[in-house]
């Protein structure tokens, strides 16, 4: 049985909405990830760095939320979850999956530390505002992307699309999904209807 390490709102959802996409077994043990749990000798067992998510499947131990979703895909034999590999497509897909964590997900993140996950003393205004323009430099980025289309990669739901959606759903519970980006608003109503995220976010 495949185990979701899962703090509610953190990257773990992304592990949950792809199982549920996917179809497969699997259970969760919760962290109280606002109650710092992750940071517990426990939960470091699993992962030295106290980050969430990570999965046990087995014997197999795996931490990054991008790598885990690969894995499963791969194990599972998910070929409409991502277009055929080597083309086109298929790169442009890839290009998502990272940008999302790589590139948009550093700034989120950066606004979710300054803004209420460090302790005040801790926050910085700089910090938290280049930050802030930074996240609206991604989000436009992706609005262009997304004109005259249904999903990331076209008209086909892949794991771009889940990667993305849940930047979009922290950066909606932060402030920055504004009506300055009604595709990124109706793509993330399009997402959040789906029943595998509706799971992972609840
Ligand atoms: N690149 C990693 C990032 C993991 C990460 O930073 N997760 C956050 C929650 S969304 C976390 O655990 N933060 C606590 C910390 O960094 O100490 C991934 O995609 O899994």
């Known amino acids: ?29 919760t962290i109280q990830f606002l109650n710092k749990e992750h940071k517990e000798p426990a939960y470091l067992a699993i992962h030295p760095l106290g980050k969430l998510p990570a999965i046990q499947d087995g014997d197999l131990y795996l931490h ?37 964590e790589a590139t948009l997900m550093v700034s989120i993140g950066t606004i979710a530390q300054h803004t209420m996950l460090r302790p005040e003393e801790d926050r910085i205004a700089q910090v938290r505002d280049e930050a802030i323009e930074n996240t609206a430099k991604g989000l436009s980025l992706l609005e262009s992307a997304l004109e005259g289309k249904e999903y990331l990669c076209g008209t086909t739901f892949t794991l771009a699309d889940i990667m993305t959606g849940y930047d979009l759903h922290l950066a909606r519970m932060l402030g920055q999904l504004t009506d300055a980006y009604p595709n990124l608003i109706s793509y993330l109503a399009r997402l959040s ?10």
């Not at 895909?73 to 990272?98: F, N």
Request: proline share 4%; with cysteine; charged share 20%.
């Open 64 to 100: 990054e939320s991008g790598a885990i979703c690969d894995y499963l895909i791969a194990k599972a034999g998910a070929t409409h979850l991502e277009p055929k590999l080597g083309t086109s497509e298929y790169g442009l897909c890839r290009q998502w999956v990272y940008f999302a």
């Open 193 to 202: 209807a789906r029943p595998g995220f509706q799971k992972a976010a609840a």
């Open 1 to 29: 049985m495949l185990t979701i390490f899962h703090g509610a709102n953190t990257r773990s959802m992304r592990v949950i909405w792809l199982a549920e996409e996917l179809g497969l077994p699997y259970e969760i043990k």
